[in-house]
């Protein structure tokens, strides 16, 4: 892993993107980003980043479909992935399908936008600790 860790953003929401990136990179990590699933696929390849964070629906490609074409290629599988959503349902029965549905195709984990920023920069930090 980079010091400091490279995170891609990767959300069709402009507003997301500019909080989210100034808080991440606020804390220290070095954050690039995309505009939807088929950039964000681009992108994450080139770049190799430590985490990729993406949102679950997207225009152009959206971040189920971008995950897939990511991980389809063995050099990318190091690549971990958190999934956002705002789908975030508050019942924990509910939150447990989304994490298993998550584990299952390959990703890390998936956070609400909806928590706040220390939430997600928690989430962040402690995947990347655990992964790391």
Known sequence: MRNPP???IVDDDPNFLE????????VGFHVETAV???EGMEKAVQLQPDLVLMDVQMPVM????????????PANGHIKVI???VLGDPRQEVQEINRRLSKEIGAVGYVR??????ELVE???SILAFAG
Request: positive net charge; hydrophobic residues 45%.
């Open 6 to 8: 490279l995170l891609l």
């Open 113 to 118: 936008k909806t928590d706040s920023l220390d």
């Open 83 to 85: 999934f956002l959503t």
């Open 62 to 73: 959206n971040g189920i479909d971008a995950f897939i074409k990511i991980k389809d290629d």
């Open 19 to 26: 909080i989210f990136s100034a808080k991440l990179a606020s």
């Open 36 to 38: 939807n699933g088929k």
């Open 123 to 125: 989430s962040v930090r």
